[in-house]
């Protein structure tokens, strides 16, 4: 029996987001796929160990490029980080 897996994302690629807590990095899944796995795992986020098996798969990793904040307002909530 020939069975093929449906995969909807066609260039087996997922996309995730890094963020950064208190110093502690954590990849968090933007794409449908990325939440998929994330969701196999029981986990919100991904893990460097999850990450590894995703490659084993055969699928890519991409980070979403980090989007500076543009207007006054996101600039002053950002400000009081600093």
Not at 12 to 39: L, Q
Not at 60 to 70: A, G, R
């Amino acid at each position: 029996m020939n069975t093929k897996l449906n995969n909807t994302n066609s260039t087996n690629s997922i996309v995730i987001r890094i963020k950064c807590a208190h110093g502690a990095y954590t990849a968090w899944p933007v794409c449908k796929d990325a939440k998929r796995f994330a969701a196999l795992a029981g986990s919100a986020n991904l893990t460097i160990n999850t990450m590894s098996i995703i490659k084993e798969l055969g699928y890519t990793i991409e980070v979403e490029p980090l989007q500076l904040p543009t207007s006054p307002v996101e600039l002053s909530t950002l400000a009081q980080y600093i």
